[in-house]
């Protein structure tokens, strides 16, 4: 079920981020978001500085190498390569095109 919800302020809280929400107004009643996946519209999604990305963007991109050679994809599910997200492992990412480059050899192990 698809419920639009307005956020009237924000604050983190440690690694939360508490927020309220209008017409809620007691514990009662925002227990009805206890275990629920709020989700934003992109447009309201804060802009990052210059080689920041959100999550959601980098999400289905091809991973090459610095052969071009195909490693996968980024996904939620499935076998995990974990890459270090440093400036001299991952060189390049491509949001437009749908591509990440890094400095991994194929047979690496992992």
Do not use: C, H
């Not at 709020?38 to 999400?59: C, H, M, Q, T, W």
């Not at 991952?90 to 047979?107: A, C, L, Q, R, S």
């Amino acid at each position: 079920m698809n419920k639009e919800i307005n956020i009237i302020s924000t604050r983190y809280q440690g690694n939360f981020v508490v927020m309220k929400v209008e017409g809620v107004n007691s514990r009662e009643e925002v227990a009805r978001f206890t275990n629920k996946l709020l989700k934003i519209n992109r447009s309201d999604v804060p802009p990052l500085e210059d080689g920041e990305y959100y999550a959601f963007d980098i999400s289905g991109l091809q991973v090459i190498n610095q052969d071009d050679v195909g490693l996968g994809k980024i996904t939620k599910d499935g076998r995990q390569i974990l890459i270090p997200s440093l400036k001299k492992v991952v060189t390049e990412i491509n949001v437009e095109d749908g591509f990440m480059k890094v400095i991994w050899d194929e047979n690496q192990e992992v």
